[in-house]
Nanobody
């Protein structure tokens, strides 16, 4: 079975940083594009970033570009999201998700498995 286990969430002050991880198992991680999405109170779930299977093609939602960095380690079957300069509006539940193919276009909604979320709270 596909498993996507996100971790690394927590509470930080505005301007702080967090690094999320997503441990993947049950499929050939290096063969598929991956993404991060978040569920924001009052706004629903939004796509925020994607990365192709080999890491060559990376896309970001406009509000996080320049502050967040997505990466992956195919040897460790792990997806990462480094989040810097965090803002209160970044508060939400963050999910990692898998696509059915190795590369995707910007903003494309994940069409395969989703992991459980990890809570990120940005507040002073």
């Amino acid at each position: 079975d596909v498993q996507l286990q996100a971790s690394g969430g927590g509470s930080v002050q505005p301007g702080g940083s967090l690094r999320l991880s997503c441990a993947a198992s049950g499929f050939t991680f290096s063969a598929y594009a991956m993404s991060w999405a978040r569920e924001v109170p009052g706004k629903g779930t939004e796509w925020i970033s994607s990365i192709s299977s080999g890491g060559e093609n990376i896309n970001y939602e406009a509000s996080v570009k320049g502050r967040f960095t997505i990466s992956r380690d195919n040897a460790k079957n792990t997806l990462y999201l480094q989040m810097n300069s965090l803002k209160p509006e970044d508060t939400g539940v963050y999910y990692c998700a898998k696509y059915r193919r190795p590369d995707v276009t910007r903003g494309e909604w994940p069409d395969d498995d989703w992991g459980q979320g990890t809570q990120v709270t940005v507040s002073s």
